[in-house]
C-alpha cells in the first residue's frame, strides 16, 4: 500500500504521472491544523498495481494534477472514511526504492519522446521486421534503452564502414521557477537522458 506524503506544491505533473503509473485507487487528502498551515502537506494514498494492470490513463494524472493546483478544495484527511484502505496484516517485504533501478515503462516513454535521430537510429522497426531475423534483433524498446544505460551496448561493427558504438545514461538537471500563493518555488528536476556515442573513421559522432 502507498502512503506518500508531500508538500501539495512539489506534486509536479510528472509525480502525478508516475504515482498513476505505478499505483491504483489513488486518492488524495490535505493534512489539518498547524500541521497543513506549516507545511502545507498532503497525502497519497493507493495500492501498488500489478504487471497485468494498464498504464497510468493520461485523463486520470491531469485530474490528479490539476485537484492539487487547489489545495483547499481537498478532503481533510479526517473525511477518509473507516476501511477504505486495508492495511496488509505483516510486511510483505517491498523493497526501498532504488533510483539506479529503471522504471521499464518510464524509460521506455522517454526514449520515444527522445530526439529524431535516436529514435530513426535505433527504432527503425519496419525495416528490421521486413528481414532475415538475426541476434540480437528485434529488441524491444525498453530493452535498447535498459542495454544503452547499462552501458552493456557498447561493441565493434565490423562492416564496409568499421564503427564502435558506446551507450550510456546521464543525468540532467533543470530548475523550474513559479510563482503560487505561497510565494516563489524553485524546483529542480533530475532526468535521465541516453546519449549513444559512435566512433567512424571521420571522428566520433553523437546521438542526442
Not at 476501511?83 to 532504488?98: L, T
Not at 530526439?115 to 521486413?130: D, Q, T, V, W, Y
Amino acid at each position: 500500500m502507498l502512503i506518500y506524503i508531500i508538500p501539495f506544491y512539489r506534486a509536479t505533473y510528472a509525480i502525478c504521472h508516475m504515482l498513476c503509473e505505478d499505483f491504483r485507487d489513488l486518492t488524495v487528502f490535505r493534512f489539518i491544523g498547524k500541521e497543513y498551515e506549516r507545511f502545507r502537506q498532503v497525502v497519497f494514498l493507493g495500492y501498488r498495481k500489478s504487471a497485468e494492470d494498464p498504464a497510468a490513463d493520461p485523463q486520470e494524472v491531469q485530474t490528479l494534477y490539476e485537484s492539487l493546483l487547489e489545495p483547499e478544495k481537498l478532503p481533510d484527511i479526517t473525511e477518509l472514511p473507516a476501511g477504505r484502505y486495508q492495511i496488509p496484516d505483516k510486511s510483505c517485504g517491498e523493497p526501498v526504492f532504488q533510483g539506479e533501478i529503471f522504471n521499464i515503462r518510464e524509460l521506455e516513454e522517454q526514449l520515444r519522446r527522445d530526439s529524431p535521430e535516436i529514435r530513426k537510429f535505433l527504432f527503425a522497426g519496419s525495416n528490421l521486421e521486413l528481414g532475415a531475423k538475426r541476434p540480437l534483433l528485434p529488441l524491444k524498446i525498453s530493452q535498447i534503452g535498459l542495454l544503452g544505460g547499462s552501458g552493456m551496448m557498447n561493441g565493434f561493427v565490423d562492416s564496409k564502414f568499421p564503427h564502435v558504438v558506446k551507450g550510456k545514461i546521464i543525468k540532467q538537471k533543470k530548475t523550474e521557477i513559479q510563482t503560487e500563493q505561497t510565494g516563489i518555488s524553485v524546483r529542480e528536476v533530475t532526468s535521465n537522458r541516453m546519449v549513444i556515442h559512435i566512433l567512424t573513421n571521420d571522428g566520433i559522432k553523437r546521438l542526442v
